[in-house]
């Protein structure tokens, strides 16, 4: 049996380089400052989401929402083997909490429909909430299976899950559809294929469209250079709220119960740093240390 899936993939800013001012005054992440990334687990729910296609045959289709700028991530996506990607892209989305992009997110995969599994990464490395996938799975009305690491069936209409903690594991199955949270180490994502970046290296949306002129002049107009994209299949779909049904009392700003307060800043100093001897007794002496004042 063949199988429907949809990836929810966010570009988020590369938070293990940052460099200038990564957050504005306001408390919002300065995105432009920072080079932007897909998420990294979500190339592991891809990477999920490609298996199953492989093994049983299906389409994977990759939804983000963000600013244009999210349409390089989609690109990434193409590259490593989706089938179909969709950007929502929309202002009046822009400050939304996870309850507001979750909402968002669920109208948009409604819009998609006849899926059979929904792959997200258990967590966004800027958000930090892991709060997304569970919320669309509840908006949906479907089963969700967090921490997934391994599918060890998937049989007609039925999934065997391996979900992976700290400390341990647990094997639970539920029917499809269903959505799935993944983490890290679940997989090695692939990388992009060579062939494939060839093919989809022109993939674009509209916005993209002066930038691409001004390096292929020979296409002239916007206009030509669109009926080119899309009679190849490079035409990026970007829908905005009002495309997927979205309700717009209920996204942006006023659309979302959490306000950001406050932002601290923790800079660590060197009294707050410590030399230990790299020897079993230098390690031994800080462990002591640690339970002593109930660190451990
Ligand atoms: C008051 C407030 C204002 C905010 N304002 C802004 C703002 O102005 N600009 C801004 O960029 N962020 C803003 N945020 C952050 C925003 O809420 C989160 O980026 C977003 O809701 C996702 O939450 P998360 O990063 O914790 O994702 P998580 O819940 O940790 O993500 C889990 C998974 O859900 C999926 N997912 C998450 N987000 C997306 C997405 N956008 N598209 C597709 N899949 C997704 C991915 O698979 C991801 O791995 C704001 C948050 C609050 C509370």
């Known amino acids: 049996m063949a199988y429907n899936c949809v990836v929810l993939a966010k570009q988020v800013p590369d938070t293990a380089n ?5 957050m504005k005054e306001d408390g919002t992440v300065n995105r432009a400052a920072l080079a932007a990334i897909v998420n990294p687990e979500d190339l592991n729910a891809l990477e999920m ?22 349409a390089e991530i ?14 929502l892209t929309d202002r009046k ?5 996870t309850l507001a ?58 999934i065997t899950v391996r979900r992976a903690f700290p400390l341990g594991s647990e094997t639970v199955k539920c029917r499809l559809p269903c959505l799935l949270t993944v983490v890290s180490s679940a997989n090695q994502p692939r990388p992009a294929s060579a062939r494939r970046t060839l093919a989809y290296k022109l993939a674009a949306i509209p916005q993209e469209y002066p930038a691409l002129l001004a390096r292929w002049p020979e296409f002239e107009t916007e206009e030509a250079l669109d009926l080119f994209l899309g009679e190849r299949g490079l035409r990026i779909s970007v829908w905005n709220g009002a495309d997927a049904g979205v309700d717009y009392d209920r996204v942006g700003l006023g659309g979302s119960p959490t306000k950001v307060l406050n932002v601290n ?9 410590k030399e230990v001897d790299a020897t079993k007794e230098g390690v031994a002496a800080l ?10």
Do not use: W
Request: net charge negative; aromatic share 6%; proline share 3%.
């Open 101 to 158: 992009t979750s909402y968002v997110l669920k109208c948009a995969v409604e819009k998609i429909g006849d899926y059979d599994l929904i792959f997200c990464g258990r967590q966004a490395i800027d958000g930090d909430t892991a709060q997304v996938g569970p919320q669309v799975a509840e908006k949906l009305g479907l089963p969700q299976i967090t921490y997934a690491e391994s599918i060890l069936s998937l049989d007609g209409r039925e």
């Open 18 to 22: 940052i460099s200038g001012k990564a």
């Open 49 to 70: 989401a490609l298996q199953v296609k492989e093994r049983h045959g299906g389409n994977v289709t990759v939804l983000t929402m963000g600013p244009p700028r999210a």
């Open 265 to 273: 800043y923790v800079v660590l100093g060197a009294s707050e740093s």
């Open 287 to 296: 462990i002591d240390e640690l339970v002593k004042d109930y660190t451990l």
């Open 74 to 87: 989609l690109r990434e996506a193409l590259y490593r083997g989706a089938d179909r990607v969709i950007l």
């Open 93 to 97: 989305t822009a400050g939304s909490d």
